[in-house]
């Protein structure tokens, strides 16, 4: 893939050099200053896709922030005789703080009403852009900006804007692709495909939106700055619909995810009405219609679509999977000699309803260090409830969680997952078009991921090659190591299955939460999974990897001949209330668990 | 202005937006999409009306069926062009397909009418009516009785007949729907063909009184887009409950000077048609903040 990708981006980059030279030895003042506003678009588009391609959102702010970049850099201009040197800084802090100030409300709204309120919030600065006329010069806007000057030098138009435009556009990009590259782009992708999971495997996901929020405004007060000292004056319009509908054109057209495609789709869009000139007033028309084109035949954008064509032509020869490394010991060990004797997990009268359903009714349960505990009960018994609030997806009403020895109750799913608790769900997801091996390798990482350590990464990440080796080791263990290059989606589901029970074990976890860790797999496959469980809990009993610590379990079952031979112990749930406990015999053969799955006469029966 | 003058252009507003919204709801509850060119829609039904009023010099409410006719079988090719292909994708495919319907709806009404803004024909008359010593505008009336007798119809529609609840069997899931034979493809274009006429229908009753210019759009879509979210994202009661709320803000908020004269000191800046903008945006933001699931919603609840 990656080579692929380089030989795509080698192409654009020759095509792109090509066309620099013709239309510098042949294109008009016109033609350059139409390119430098390319330029500025792309810069646009790469901010936008941190939001609406890294992060998912479909933030409908971009054109706002490069206004409001336009307007700081045009007033500070025009009433302090501020050039574009000097006020660069300015131009993107104004906008990354309105980000900031409308991101701690805002967004944590999902996908539609994200989209509302982020447009909503253009709409209250381009009134008050048109109203405050002393400032903002209200409809007219402001004429009479200087051009573009640099450590007191005025850059030309004409090829030196060109150069200065690309030239911050070549290291907006390469800035933009270091924070993308590794571990920090492959938890972007973790959260696109299911946010829950990426919390789950200690992804803070606030945090990485918020990230991406801002830096999409960051390069968007850029853009403006660049475009209101190119252009020379600024005016509302650019707060306006149009400027929006052209970062989202960008995105869509170029791709939402590849840097490439911002910078392709920023000069096909621009230059495109030059190029079409003949059409004169139908052009707008035909805009609208290959953005529709777009959008139904290219859902991965130019550049994406470009790839695919290539990974037909040109199938990449298969790289070789890494070394495996084992994990080491999990930090927050304890460091008993008895492992056993330690009660890792207490749950101690924990309530919550929804509605007037109680969901889970003063349930109180224990689990030692290394004991595997099945979980059963009929279908809405609270089983799956129950998991969701002790890894902090539900608030309890009422009650407490310890595990290894402090409260845990409200805290954050990320902060739980990093505490050492991990978990399956239900349904199995996985990044689908990553690797087998980055899927694993992300919940590694999950806690380190941040702008700062993305932007201080070196070329060859040593913390990535370390989360793959030890990945690969994780995807051994659980016997899926022959796929570890595949990526996820093209899985059968039993391998999916211990693809994300290996996943669970990369955050080194001191318990385990499986939700119907069985549910779908063949006899074989079950019996197989069980065997690697028992492994995974109590590791000294000759199965290879002996170094490795036991991890409690807790799953929850249907499935009895599965199930009953694994747990040490079994907890029935009935109606969101602890009924039975006990070894495996003596739960199945309790009364109240038979009158609860088989109802109250064949309980009676003898 | 009295108080029943006040009264009767809230409800006339009120009820031209709720045509909007409803169709707005109705896309979204067979999609589960946002049809962001349903703005554009009520302007290209007010252009409709302008061009049908110059040819056939007749009343409005003639020209109501017709319109919304040709609007039905407009919605159902934005249906082929923009959500069909799209169907298996996530719904911001949808979002922005449409963004690019509008685009071309937009320009193509200003490549045909230009930029300068039109009046359609009214509904009857454009008289005044004295009702309880108030002069009351005949067009205001009509919008409201026309606007409440589509909306009776579409109820009508959707709980007495089979298509209705065909209709209403693909709101509610779309794959349970097409397991039990509901032919989900066709309820779904005839769900644009129905919101796609209500939206014309609005056109028509708005651009007598407000005119009609081809970049109405970006507001309509707004005006529903918010009403829909504060009544409830995916309720029918909510949208109309939403549009209400819109209109007494939009009509009462800029009328406070007058209808308090000297009791603000000097302050009518603050009820300029701008400022009351900003103000509804605000209040808008702090309840989508505070309330994502609406003034009237329940709180959904999924499961991860």
Known sequence: ?606 | MTGLQLLLNVAALASAYALVAIGFVLILNATGAVNFSHGDLVMVGGFAAVSLGAWLKLPGIVLLPILMLGMAALGVAVAVCAYFPLRKRPPESVFISTIAVGIILQNAANLIYGAESRAAPPLLGTGKLRILNSSISQQGLAIILVAAGLILALYLVFTRTQTGRRLRATAQDREVAAAIGIRVDAMVAATFAVATALAGAAGLLLANVFFVTPTDGANYILKAYIAVTIGGWGSIPGAVLGALLIAAFEVIYPSIPLLLPGALGGADAWFSQTVSSIAMDIVILVILVLRPQGLFGEASRQRP
């Open chain 1, 1 to 606: 893939m990656t080579g692929r990708a380089n030989l795509l981006n080698a192409i654009l980059l020759a095509a792109g050099i090509a066309y620099f030279t013709y239309a510098l030895g042949f294109g008009s003042g016109y033609t350059l200053r139409v390119l430098s506003v390319a330029g500025i678009y792309a810069l646009l588009a790469i901010g936008y896709q941190f939001i609406f391609g890294q992060a998912g959102a479909l933030a409908l702010s971009q054109g706002t922030f490069m206004g409001l970049g336009a307007y700081v850099s045009g007033i500070l201009d025009t009433h302090w005789n501020i050039p574009f040197g000097a006020s660069i800084a300015a131009s993107i802090l104004v906008p990354v703080l309105l980000a900031f100030l409308v991101a701690i409300p805002v967004l944590h709204l999902k996908t539609h009403y994200f989209a509302l309120a982020t447009l909503i919030i253009g709409q209250i600065v381009l009134l008050v852009a048109t109203e405050w006329e002393s400032v903002t010069g209200g409809a007219n806007g402001i004429g009479g900006v200087s051009g573009l000057v640099m450590f007191g030098q005025a850059i030309r138009p004409g090829w030196p804007s060109l150069a200065l435009v690309w030239g911050l556009v070549a290291i907006g990009a390469a800035i933009a692709w270091q924070i993308t590259r590794g571990l920090l782009g492959s938890g972007f992708a973790m959260m696109r495909a299911n946010e829950v999971t990426a919390r789950a495997i200690g992804i803070d996901t606030d945090r990485l939106r918020l990230m991406a929020f801002l830096l999409s405004a960051a390069y968007a007060g850029l853009a403006g700055a660049l475009y209101v000292h190119t252009i020379r004056v600024v005016s509302p319009d650019v707060l306006g619909f149009p400027v929006m509908v052209t970062s989202l054109t960008i995105a869509v057209i170029g791709g939402r995810l590849p840097i490439a495609g911002a910078l392709l789709g920023a000069v096909l869009v621009i230059e495109l009405p030059e190029w079409f000139r003949f059409l004169r007033d139908y052009y707008l028309l035909a805009y609208g219609v290959i953005l529709l084109l777009a959008v139904i035949l290219m859902p991965e954008g130019a550049v994406g679509a470009a790839q695919r064509l290539l990974a037909r032509w040109l199938p990449a020869p298969p790289p070789a999977p890494p070394p495996r490394r084992a994990l080491p010991a999990q930090a927050a060990a304890p460091a008993s000699p008895n492992l056993l004797d330690i009660t890792l997990l207490e749950i101690t009268g924990l309530s919550r309803r929804f509605g007037g359903v109680r969901a889970l009714d003063d349930v109180a349960l224990s689990l030692a260090s290394g004991e595997v505990l099945g979980l059963i009960g009929p279908n809405g018994s609270g089983k799956t409830t129950l998991l969701n609030v002790v890894t902090g997806i539900y608030r309890p009403d009422a009650g407490q969680v310890r595990f290894a020895g402090a409260s845990i109750t409200g805290q954050t799913t990320h902060a739980i997952a990093r505490a050492g608790i991990a978990r399956t769900f239900q349904t199995v997801s996985l990044v689908e078009e990553m690797d087998v091996l980055d899927n694993v390798a992300i919940a590694r990482a999950g806690g380190a991921l941040g702008l700062r350590a993305a932007l201080a990464t070196k070329p060859r990440d040593p913390a990535l090659r370390l989360a793959r080796e030890e990945a690969m080791d994780l995807l051994a263990r659980l016997g899926a190591a022959e796929y570890a290059l595949h990526p996820a989606g093209s899985l059968p589901y039993g391998v999916r299955r211990r693809v994300e029970i290996a996943r669970t074990l990369a955050l080194r976890p001191l318990l385990v939460l499986l939700d119907e860790p069985a549910a779908g797999l063949n006899e074989t496959e079950q019996a197989d999974l069980a065997e690697r469980l028992r492994a995974i809990a109590r590791p000294g009993r000759g199965h290879q990897g002996g170094a490795h610590q036991g991890v409690a379990l807790l799953v929850i079952e249907h499935n009895m001949p599965f199930l009953a031979p694994l747990a040490d112990r079994m907890v029935c749930l009935d109606h969101g209330r602890v009924i039975a406990s006990g070894t495996p015999a003596e739960v199945q053969r309790h009364p109240l668990v038979i009158e609860a799955y088989l109802g109250r006469q064949a309980a009676s029966a003898p």
